[in-house]
């Protein structure tokens, strides 16, 4: 069994930075992909961010792109989600996944993910 463990989170304001960390422990840890998923009170569950564990592919929600960045350390199964220009609207409760089945063409499809972590809160104030 694969564990995902998220830390990072936090209270911030307008315009501050983050850095979420998600580490896999457990069995013999081999994804095919990575990611970042998050929910708002109120809002459905939706995509931020994946990597393949290659490393050769990178997705991004548009709402994301140009401030938030993804990366992996694969020798210590750890991905990192770096949130930058944070805004209000980036509050919600943020997910760390891995696609262990099979190889992941899109990224953004949360049925592709079979490990969820507990998730972890960022609140970005005004």
């Known amino acids: 069994q694969v564990q995902l463990v998220e830390s990072g989170g936090g209270l911030v304001q307008a315009g501050d930075s983050l850095r979420l960390s998600c580490a896999a422990s457990g069995r013999t840890f081999s994804p095919f992909a990575m990611g970042w998923f998050r929910q708002a009170p109120g809002k459905e569950r939706e995509f931020v961010a994946a990597?393949?564990?290659?490393?050769?592919?990178?997705n991004f929600a548009d709402s994301v792109k140009g401030r938030f960045g993804i990366f992996r350390n694969t020798a210590r199964n750890t991905v990192y989600l770096q949130m930058n220009s944070l805004k209000p609207e980036d509050t919600a409760v943020y997910y760390c996944?891995?696609?262990?089945?099979?190889?992941?063409?899109?990224?953004?499809?949360?049925?592709?993910?079979?490990?969820w972590g507990q998730g972890t809160q960022v609140t970005v104030s005004s």
């Open positions: 990597i393949s564990w290659s490393g050769g592919m990178i």
């Open positions: 996944v891995a696609d262990t089945l099979r190889p992941n063409t899109g990224l953004a499809v949360a049925g592709d993910y079979d490990y």
